[in-house]
């Protein structure tokens, strides 16, 4: 009787393995209780997906304590559980980089790493992406290993310093797979929290991509660009880092090698960065204006970055006016004597600066600016049929039209006893002597305005410069007289042709 009471009491069995594929419950026999069915069969075939994967492909670092899912899934075949294991197993998979110089090599390879890095950018565009500790190693090791790489040695000429704007730009074999990558290292610094990220986005990691600017593809320094102003924005901790970095770089080029392709993307980050500094500004800024972004003007390659460079100046001077002095010095200290192209853009920056000048800055650089002025007023400067079509003026033409500019010309009109001195005798010479015929109508026009200003001033400085040039006759007679004596009295001297040399009796 106990027996069939007992006997009808359900068996309790022991907890089954929770990696066990077929979900039955099993004994402490090596062989389960019963038959699987065929649910079970379906449910284990899904499931044999997940298997530890080799620490070659997947470091043991990355992967400790995580399940490797087969990298060549897709993210729709597996459940939301496992979606955070395969995107770091997918990870893993793209930390190996192949040559795609060849495009026949490795073909099948690289097709596949390319389709993966697509599904790796979509998969973190729709914000399923959980950026762990793991998957933030995982992504900066497979950054690192497909972007940082030494560029081939330069055979650009070394007077172009880089690539100059006629050149044709160069591009890389690699970029459809480097595209991807900076496409998903951009969307993982946008939506990553600063401070878990920043024991990997470190020092290292950011000088590296900073040495990335010399790519020659103009493509890729364009994603380096927007990647390391959002880096710039978020990780704060490493602003500063970042300034000394690219103010090293900019020392670099400047002071020893003048070659470099980045110049112009890195002062377009710098551009942003400059007009969000709080004031008053920073002791470290004002010396990145004046040991980095002033003798930038220096090198011959200035009009590749030089519109992005005047933007930077001019950022200065808005936060703060009384830079305007220092900034003008340095540019009379860099202004090109020989390279007429240099110095139309330096009247042009020249321009925008005195349209923000105040009175008082105005009047502590105005001498030396205006002499300056006076010797391209005069210049000669002559351009062929080609280059007029790439810059339409003239030297002496830009800077005539300097006295259109509103802002500039009441700045003169109020300093016009110091100004006028200065730049009437260079008026004069291109009214006698200039050979070009605008030039002749812009010197008449200004004149004109002289006259409109202060008339007895004009005709002060006329008189001045009619005593001068009776002066300098004065002296040129006086020193043709010199000179005919000179002749005359070397003229009533004997001739020496019939005396021997003397021989020297010292031996040398």
């Known amino acids: 009787m106990l027996k069939q009471i007992l006997s009808k009491i359900p068996r309790k069995f022991p907890k089954s393995d929770p990696l066990d594929s077929t979900g039955i419950d099993c004994g402490n026999d090596s062989t389960c209780s019963g038959p699987p069915t065929n649910g079970g069969n379906s449910f284990s075939s899904r499931l044999n997906v997940v298997k530890r994967v080799s620490s070659a492909v997947f470091p043991a670092s990355i992967m400790a304590g995580m399940e490797a899912v087969d990298p060549h899934l897709s993210f729709k075949d597996v459940s939301n559980l496992q979606k955070q294991n395969l995107f770091v197993s997918k990870l893993n998979l793209c930390c190996e980089v192949s040559d795609c110089s060849d495009p026949d090599k490795n073909a099948v390879q690289q097709d596949l790493k390319h389709q993966v890095l697509i599904d790796l950018v979509d998969f973190v565009s729709s914000g399923s992406a959980k950026f762990t500790e793991p998957a933030i190693a995982a992504i900066c090791k497979m950054c690192a290993n497909n972007l940082f790489r030494v560029f081939p040695p330069k055979y650009r000429t070394v007077n172009t310093g880089g690539e100059t704007e006629d050149e044709e730009p160069m591009f890389d074999p690699a970029w459809s797979h480097l595209q991807s990558v900076y496409d998903l ?102 010396i990145f204006l004046w040991r980095a972004l002033i003798p930038l003007h220096k090198p011959k390659s200035v009009g590749i970055y030089h519109q992005q460079l005047t933007y930077c100046v001019v950022q200065f001077i808005e936060k703060d006016p009384r830079l305007t002095s220092p900034v003008i010095k340095g540019l009379l200290k860099y202004w090109p004597v020989t390279n007429s192209q240099k110095e139309l853009m330096f009247i042009s920056e020249l321009e925008e600066i005195l349209e923000m000048t105040g009175m008082d800055e105005f009047q502590k650089i105005m001498v030396p600016l205006f002499r300056r002025i006076r010797c391209c007023l005069n210049s000669s400067h002559y351009q062929t049929t080609i280059m007029r079509l790439l810059s339409p003026f003239q030297v002496a033409e830009r800077a005539h039209l300097l006295w259109n500019n509103e802002r500039i010309l009441k700045l003169i009109e109020h300093n016009r006893q110091v100004i006028v001195p200065l730049v009437f005798s260079a008026l004069e010479q291109n009214t006698q002597n200039h050979w070009n015929q605008s030039v002749l109508i812009q010197t008449q026009h200004i004149r004109k305005m002289f006259c409109e200003m202060d008339e007895e001033l004009v005709l002060a400085c006329q008189r001045k410069l009619e005593e001068q040039d009776s002066l300098s006759s004065v002296e040129a007679e006086k020193r043709r007289l010199t000179w005919e004596r000179l002749e005359n009295a070397a003229d009533l001297q004997p001739r020496a042709d019939n005396i021997l040399p003397v021989s020297c009796s010292v031996t040398c």
Request: net charge positive; charged share 30%.
């Open 185 to 286: 290292l951009l969307r993982f610094v946008s939506s990553v929290d600063a401070k878990a990220a920043k024991k990997h986005v470190d020092h290292a990691f950011i000088l590296r991509l900073l040495e990335l600017f010399d790519s020659v593809d103009p493509r890729e320094r364009d994603c380096l660009k927007t990647i390391l102003h959002r880096i710039y924005g978020k990780f704060m901790v490493h602003r500063p880092f970042i300034r000394k970095a690219v103010s090293n770089i900019i020392y670099h080029f400047v002071f020893e090698t003048e070659r470099h392709n980045g110049i112009a993307e890195l002062l377009e980050i710098f551009g942003s960065v400059i007009s969000g500094f709080a004031l008053p500004l920073k002791e470290e800024h004002k």
